[in-house]
Antibody, heavy 118, light 110 residues
């Protein structure tokens, strides 16, 4: 059974930093594109960033470029999202997502809540 | 990277069919056959229901059907059931290894 378990969500002040983690199991992690998607409270889904199987390619939505960094450790079956210079509009549940291709989002984790507030 | 346009809500009675639209541009929906649909029940993770416009993952009911014409994709749910009540999101590949989602549609079973 595929499992994606996120952690690291917290309450943080504007301008602060946070690091999210995702632990994967039940599939060959190194064969999958990994992504982060987020959902603000009561709002829709937003794709945030993704990383290629070997980590050689990374892509970001414009609103987080220069502030967020996605990374992965295939030996540990883990995905991370380093979030700096956080803003109120970054408040959301952040989901870890896995797919063999970069064109869909097949497996989703339950998410971890990030709240950016004074 | 503007969000794809979906109706805020769609409703139907049990047994009926409903269709949810997802409108983008020639740079996303119209440019690639990589439209997907997701179902999300409250407090749960999204679940992939349709990929590559028309394909269903293993285990997804054949009551769910996807299609596309030009810059608009559609999801049809036939034989509507109470368990289908949920939020539905479309997504499209935009090129450059990025995705864009729709704003979501709340489906209500009357």
């Amino acid at each position: 059974e595929v499992q994606l378990v996120e952690s690291g969500g917290d309450l943080v002040q504007p301008g602060g930093s946070l690091r999210l983690s995702c632990t994967a199991s039940g599939f060959t992690f190194s064969s999958y594109w990994m992504s982060w998607a987020r959902q603000a409270p009561g709002k829709g889904l937003e794709w945030v960033a993704n990383i290629k199987q070997d980590g050689s390619e990374k892509y970001y939505v414009d609103s987080v470029k220069g502030r967020f960094t996605i990374s992965r450790d295939n030996a540990e079956n883990s995905l991370s999202l380093q979030m700096d210079s956080l803003r109120a509009e970054d408040t959301a549940v952040y989901h870890c997502v896995a797919d063999r291709r970069s064109v869909t989002a097949k497996y989703w984790g339950q998410g971890t809540l990030v709240t950016v507030s004074p | 990277q503007s969000a794809l346009t979906q109706p805020a809500s769609v409703s139907g009675s049990p047994g009926q069919s409903i269709t949810i639209s997802c409108t983008g541009t020639s740079s996303d929906v119209g440019g690639y056959n990589y439209v997907a649909w997701y179902q999300q029940h409250p407090g749960k993770a999204p679940k992939l229901m349709i990929y590559d416009v028309t394909n269903r993952p293993s285990g997804v009911s054949n009551r769910f059907t996807g299609s596309k014409s030009g810059n608009t994709a559609s999801l049809t749910i036939s034989g509507l059931q109470a368990e289908d009540e949920a939020d539905y999101y479309c997504s499209s590949y935009t090129g450059r290894r990025t995705l864009v989602f729709g704003g979501g549609t709340k489906v209500t079973v009357l």
